[in-house]
């Protein structure tokens, strides 16, 4: 079973003038898609060829085989990367993550600063994401394929720090790229379901 490439969940120009659909179109069709086809080239006839991304992750890890680590994990972060994006103004937090942003962190503005404290500081490549972790949120820093299933955390959404998420839009300025995906693109429904959920959000197969 071949892990496959997942339809975007919007159009490459939805994010605009946020993010560009010249980005999304070399972000999704070149570097989402060469994780997907390394991770299917390293397990092509071996023991874990049927296997979900997710076992992927748990067993490159588990045997501390980095190549396919970051492969497999590069193409589940990148997927819950455009499932933590969403084109409609106006989404917020559910009730309940609301009630537990405001315990964590003392509200969703404190939460926003840290998030964008994070991911602009961030030394080289990597995520940021915000996790139930320990009956808590937190915000985590992944450096490279860095990826929550393998830190006993549930991811609730994230945001890509490298370079390629928002070079041809802002070229060196990761802060202008940030501000923008914080204070307008965060798909607080997607956070929301994954914090009610009983389980961790699951790479759709085909």
């Not at 808590?136 to 299933?149: F, I, K, N, R, Y």
Request: proline share 5%; net charge negative.
């Amino acid at each position: 079973m071949a892990i496959h490439l997942p339809d975007l969940p919007f159009s490459p120009a939805d994010l605009e003038p946020h993010i560009s659909a010249e980005t999304i179109g070399f972000h999704y069709s070149k570097h989402h898609k060469s994780y997907v086809d390394k991770t299917n080239g390293a397990i092509e006839g071996g023991s874990l060829a049927s296997a979900s991304l997710e076992e992927i992750i748990t067993a490159a890890d588990a045997r501390d085989d980095r190549a396919l680590f970051n492969a497999a994990a590069q193409t589940w972060n990148h997927q819950f990367y455009w499932e933590s994006l969403a084109p409609t103004q106006g989404n917020v937090p559910s009730s309940a993550l609301q009630a537990a942003i405001d315990k964590s962190f003392g509200g969703l503005d404190d939460l926003k600063s840290k998030l964008g404290a994070a991911a602009k500081g961030h030394f080289a490549s990597g995520w940021v994401w915000l996790v139930e972790k320990g009956g808590s949120l937190a915000v985590l820093e992944t450096h490279d394929a860095g990826c929550p299933l393998t830190m006993d955390a549930k991811p609730l959404l994230t945001i890509d720090v490298w370079e390629h998420a928002y070079y041809l839009d802002q070229q060196n300025e990761r802060p202008k790229y940030v501000e923008a995906v914080i204070d307008n693109l965060l798909n607080w429904q997607f956070a929301s379901a994954n914090f009610e959920s009983d389980s961790v959000w699951k790479f759709p197969q085909s």
